[in-house]
């Protein structure tokens, strides 16, 4: 898996491919100030084949709240070997928000770090917004969580309840910070006035979707100049294409073995698997604004709920920087997709054996 996100991450410093996906991204994310995206999220099901990645992500959920996970399995499994303690996390996640600063300021180091996202009490991964915060503070780094709307960009500075913004951990899904409520992180960040990651170029690059019909097509990447080392790591990208009227016909007839997923979507929402799709939901799809990637099955774990052994599907992500795993998380689950409702579902740590 690590070598995959290599290759994906290699791929996309090829000068043909950043201009492939901008081509389609919004204009903002042509602005390029540096970084390079804090907490990326690969997600890998494991098969008989090996991992298959099915999605990228930007501002990547859990990485702070798995590390206290994995805490407290440490204190009741020690015997297991924990590739990364929670500490090291902490530290490594740490270095990595001064890393985004340096990548664009060059020099010093941030001096108050806003953790931003819409209503953010009323998220529902609000006690990692805190985790963070602390983790941030025991390193001398003053920080706040903060709602993107009360933000505001006067004078050349960001700020939000007249205390000034350096660096932005920015945890938004509008990615391109479309919606009038983020007008002035917008700015600030087009202006290039505060540091923020994951931020509109790295989601473009990376996150988008669409660019998995670009990581699935090796003829193109070989084209392109990529290695043969790269391009064997990234059969593990699922053949995924865009849908367009064109093909919509033939897309329809092979459907039982598609999985849809919107171009821009996030956590699992308005997504469908194939076999589930009905003419209702497909007239939507046909429209466009859907990738259609191959539908590659999850493995499953037993698990006990109230001593009682059942199957949960289960992927696999790895947050990473750069390129690098900073932890290793496991999501169980029933359904369609992903999700945090099942019961005995959620996240799960990762033992390496």
């Given amino acids: 898996m690590q070598e995959v996100v290599a290759a994906v991450e290699t791929t996309a410093r090829l000068a043909a491919y950043k201009a492939a996906v901008l081509s389609w991204a919004p204009e903002i994310s042509r602005e390029d100030h540096g970084p390079v995206g804090a907490l990326m999220g690969y997600d890998f099901h494991l098969g008989v084949e090996g991992p298959r990645i099915i999605e990228i992500n ?30 090291t996390f902490e530290d490594a996640a740490f270095r990595m928000f001064q890393s985004e600063w340096m990548r664009q300021r060059g020099t010093g180091a941030p001096q108050r770090v806003a953790i931003v996202d819409d209503s953010p009490e009323e998220q529902y991964l609000y006690p990692e917004f805190v985790l963070v915060r602390q983790v941030l503070a025991a390193r001398g780094v003053d920080a706040v969580i903060a709602d993107a709307s009360h933000l505001r960009y006067e004078a050349g500075r960001l700020s939000v309840e007249g205390k000034l913004i350096d660096l932005v951990y920015n945890r938004l899904t509008d990615f391109a910070f479309d919606q009038p409520e983020h007008r002035a992180l917008r700015e600030a960040y087009r202006y290039g006035s505060v540091v923020v990651t994951p931020n509109p170029h790295n989601h473009a690059l990376l996150a988008d979707k ?35 009227p064109e093909i919509a016909d033939e897309l329809w007839k092979s459907r039982k073995d598609l999985f849809f997923k919107p171009t821009g ?89």
Avoid at 75 to 85: F, G, I, Q, V
Avoid at 212 to 239: C, E, H, I, T
């Fill in 58 to 87: 930007t501002n990547a959920g859990g990485a702070f709240l798995n590390a206290l996970l994995a805490r407290a399995q440490r204190a009741c499994c020690a015997e297991m070997d924990m590739p990364l303690t929670p500490h």
């Fill in 265 to 353: 979507g996030h956590g699992g929402k308005a997504v469908y698997r194939g076999d589930k799709v009905t003419k209702g939901v497909w007239a939507e799809i046909e429209r466009g604004g859907y990738v259609a990637q191959t539908l590659v099955r999850p493995s499953k774990r037993m698990i006990k709920i109230d001593e009682t052994p059942q199957a949960r599907k289960m992927d696999v992500r790895l947050f990473t920087y750069e390129g690098q795993a900073l932890l290793v998380a496991a999501r169980l689950y029933q359904g369609q997709t992903t999700n945090f409702r099942t019961p005995g579902g959620g996240f799960a740590p990762v033992f390496v054996i």
């Fill in 210 to 244: 669409r660019n998995l019909s670009l990581l699935s097509d090796p003829a193109m990447l070989k084209a392109w100049g990529l290695g043969p080392g790269q391009l064997a790591q990234l059969k593990s990208v699922p053949r995924t294409v865009v849908v367009t």
